[in-house]
């Protein structure tokens, strides 16, 4: 399997002539008002993809507009479960589900610890703790004696032995890091808590994971305090941590690629 990093949570993995796309981000419009404009780039896939899976329909996480160009017509979107509740509840996912809708993309909600196999790809989700109460999963990938797993923006959690359990051994695991706090006008009052992990989060979860290699996403993107407080350095004290908790681990750039002899 080869993978390449989008940027921000993005990956477009290739396996036996097929594509997928995890967690794709191009058009930062809607966020620009909560998060800040990106401060590093956000490459495109290389390809027309033939599915797509969303960690969890935030926006930067659930970009339809983006999803729309990118598929091959009729390729299915595999996402978590709708969230219930009032408008206020779903404040922050309600954006997203409306761009799925008006793209009218097919998709299929893949339920915590189910499997589903398309093309070249065993795909199951993981459960996983959203910052701000949102449904959110994380994916394990399999193909061509590949697994990765994708963990989104989650929160640490006590799902990783778990997952390490039934999906391992696991080659990479691409983790959040950058322990960004939210103050959100409907998550009042704030908690003044990180909404995703932080590096010594994220370097407990590739240790429990038991992971190869672990590999740090969605930091040094978006900052726009006090709404969203990102960690400046993520990055780089995710790699002492990992060397701390004896976690092998990589920075891999926008655009850059993991062959699989390197996993």
Not at 75 to 88: I, S
Not at 115 to 120: A, L, N, R, S, Y
Request: proline residues 10%; contains cysteine.
């Amino acid at each position: 399997m080869q993978i390449r990093r989008l940027g921000w949570a993005g990956l477009e993995l290739e396996a036996d002539g097929h594509t997928a796309l995890v967690d794709l981000l191009q058009d930062t419009t809607w966020l620009e008002g909560f998060v800040g404009a990106p401060r590093t780039p956000l490459p495109g896939p290389s390809r027309p993809a033939d599915l797509a899976l969303v960690t969890h329909l935030h926006a930067d996480h659930t970009d339809a507009v983006s999803l729309k160009q990118a598929l091959k017509p009729g390729a299915p979107v595999l996402r978590p479960a709708p969230a219930d509740g009032d408008e206020l509840e779903n404040a922050a996912v309600a954006g997203a589900e409306a761009g799925l809708r008006k793209a009218e993309l097919t998709t299929r909600v893949v339920e915590p610890w189910e499997t589903v196999e398309i093309g070249p790809f065993s795909i199951s989700a993981f459960p996983a703790a959203d910052g701000t109460g949102d449904p959110q999963v994380s994916w394990a990938i399999s193909a061509a004696g590949v697994t990765i797993v994708h963990c989104g923006d989650t929160l640490f959690h006590g799902w990783w032995w778990r997952a390490a359990m039934r999906f391992g051994p696991i080659d990479l695991a691409f983790l959040p890091v950058n322990g960004a706090v939210l103050d959100f006008p409907h998550r009042q009052p704030p908690s003044g808590l990180p909404g995703a992990m932080t590096p010594r989060d994220a370097a407990a979860a590739a240790r429990a994971l038991g992971a190869r290699e672990a590999i740090p996403i969605h930091y040094d993107t978006f900052h726009l305090p006090p709404l969203y407080d990102a960690l400046d350095g993520a990055a780089a004290a995710f790699l002492a941590e990992a060397a701390a908790a004896g976690v092998g681990a990589r920075v891999v750039e926008p655009g850059e690629v993991v062959e699989p002899a390197a996993v």
